[in-house]
């Protein structure tokens, strides 16, 4: 494994994190509410105090995901592959990229779209 690739990973795994601690302090406190499982957010925040902060923070901590998530991909497409084990190397790297780009989604529509969309389903 050479530089650009090290560089590579150590960006893909940095964007999956951002996009773990995204769910965690944002989409996964909405969805639990929405389950009807208030309680088990109550003991969560109690527990982890800091994930009110990551709370207010929320478009800083996406903006930074996002960020991350597009300068991987940009990497991930910059590479060239030679071998057949680079090319294993490769497919999983881009595996981790998808999945990361996925769980940013879910937790951009947790955060910012449900609650709107379920207040316009009450109307209704």
């Given at each position: 494994?050479?530089?650009?690739?090290?560089?590579?990973?150590?960006s893909?795994?940095?964007?999956?994190?951002?996009?773990?601690?995204?769910?965690?302090?944002?989409a996964?406190?909405?969805?639990l509410?929405t389950l009807?499982?208030?309680?088990?957010?109550?003991?969560?925040?109690?527990?982890?105090p800091?994930?009110?902060?990551?709370?207010?923070?929320?478009?800083i901590?996406?903006?930074?995901?996002?960020?991350v998530?597009?300068f991987?991909?940009?990497?991930?497409?910059?590479?060239?592959?030679?071998?057949?084990?680079?090319?294993?190397?490769?497919?999983?790297?881009?595996?981790?990229?998808?999945s990361?780009?996925?769980i940013?989604?879910?937790?951009?529509f947790?955060?910012?779209a449900?609650?709107?969309?379920?207040?316009?389903?009450?109307?209704?």
């Open positions: 494994m050479d530089k650009e690739q090290m560089k590579t990973g150590t893909l795994f940095s964007g999956l994190g951002l996009a773990l601690i995204g769910t965690t302090c944002c996964l406190p909405i969805a509410v009807g499982m208030g309680g088990a957010v109550a003991s969560m925040v109690s527990a982890m800091w994930l009110t902060t990551l709370s207010q923070h929320k478009v901590i996406f903006s930074l995901t996002t960020g998530l597009i991987s991909y940009w990497r991930l497409h910059r590479i060239k592959v030679c071998s057949l084990a680079d090319k294993y190397h490769m497919r999983w790297q881009k595996a981790v990229l998808w990361s780009s996925a940013l989604l879910l937790s951009l947790a955060a910012y449900l609650l709107p969309i379920t207040l316009w389903l009450e109307r209704l």
